[in-house]
């Protein structure tokens, strides 16, 4: 509420969001903004909702497959080239 004790129209009381429904949205949202934003999915697409920026940025989406330490690399290595990499999946597999 604001000082005046009025809940103003910003502070409004608003549902809870899961967390991979507001990254997937984030994410194509800085996609419209930036065009060197890259994102990789361990074929979890439709889990981590970078589905969302895969169909407006076809060109931009990469995935990977269940790979998860290749995307890490293919990750850093689009990084050396310029572009910004979102890497996502549910854990790395590091053995």
Known sequence: MGESGVRSKNTEERKPKATRDAYGETLLELGKKRSDIVALDADLSGSTKTSK???????????????????????????????????????????
């Open 53 to 95: 920026f895969a169909k407006a940025f076809p060109d931009r989406f990469f995935n990977m497959g269940i790979a998860e330490q290749d995307m890490i690399g293919t990750a850093a290595g689009l990084a050396l080239t310029g572009k910004i990499p979102f890497a996502s999946t549910f854990a790395v597999i590091s053995h």
